[in-house]
């Protein structure tokens, strides 16, 4: 990169930080102030940053309609799935892609096992929001007072005697997925039916969507599928960082998170026991 650009490009983060005058940007560039001025005209002719009254510059309208339009034409699918082909063909189950859209979650994409025993889902199907992992992930993301309000308008179908009671237990699992950054699905559903899932973040740290892997248990134990779990976060944060420009993405600080490679499956007759309980 030419050291002109570099320089030029060098100024937007420093007004991101907030309004700056023509002698603070040539102090954080190193440059004299003629140097500093040209490269501030250039980026205002082109509206990237704008010079305010009281002659200090600040991020212009044309940067923030360029990223806008950038967000919007940003198709997670599209990135997301060479790295689902890819990691179902590293593991061999089913592999899904989901979104959360007017109160439903969908899957989007979807990678079919290598085995004979295979799930049925299908693309543009919506999930079971109250056990499937990939929407207590995308769930779990939302701002608390919309997690509460949205958990309490459920119904909670009993698909199984390990599907989720009510909004309680709902929420309770929720803030565990949110502070763990993963979630799981140990027949919720189906009971022959085992998930491990993690979120795809955009540069702003929120999640956009969420992927999983999935398998019945006449395949693979719970307890191996959840061995894969730092295979998929890797999956998950690959497709992040491409979906974010190569932006640094991080998640909610968490303190009480969990090692995945020392969790072990949840086995029903703990589930069992947290349900009489």
């Not at 937007?12 to 002698?23: I, M, V, W």
Request: aromatic share 4%.
């Amino acid at each position: 990169m030419s050291q002109t650009v570099d320089r030029a490009l060098s100024i937007l983060p420093l007004l991101a930080e907030g309004p700056a005058n023509l002698e603070q940007v040539a102090t954080r560039l190193g440059v004299h102030k003629s140097t500093a001025l040209r490269l501030l005209r250039t980026l205002h002719e082109h509206g990237m940053v704008y010079r305010q009254q009281d002659q200090r510059y600040r991020l212009g309208a044309r940067l923030f309609a360029l990223a806008q339009e950038a967000v919007e034409n940003l198709d997670v699918r599209e990135i997301a799935h060479p790295h689902l082909v890819a990691l179902n063909e590293r593991c061999g189950h089913t592999v899904h892609l989901a979104v959360y859209e007017e109160n439903e979650v969908l899957y989007i994409d979807k990678v079919e096992s290598r085995y004979p025993v295979r799930m049925y889902s299908r693309i543009g199907k919506p999930v079971a929001i109250t056990v499937a992992a990939v929407a207590k992930l995308l769930l779990a993301d939302l701002p608390e007072p919309e997690r509460r309000t949205l958990a309490e308008r459920l119904s909670y179908p009993a698909y199984t005697p390990r599907s989720t009671p009510n909004a309680a237990a709902f929420l309770k699992e929720l803030a565990t997925v949110r502070d763990q950054g993963w979630a799981t699905d140990f027949g919720g559903h189906e009971e022959s039916i085992n998930c491990v899932g993690a979120p795809i973040r955009g540069a702003d740290g929120r999640v956009v969507a969420a992927c999983s892997v999935s398998a019945p248990n006449v395949v693979v134990s719970s307890d191996e599928l959840l061995s894969l779990l730092p295979l998929v976060r890797r999956t998950a944060e690959e497709i992040s960082r491409e979906y974010s420009g190569g932006a640094p993405v991080s998640a909610p600080v968490s303190h009480t998170s969990q090692n995945p490679s020392r969790v072990t499956a949840e086995t029903p007759e703990k589930r069992a026991e947290k349900t009489s309980s």
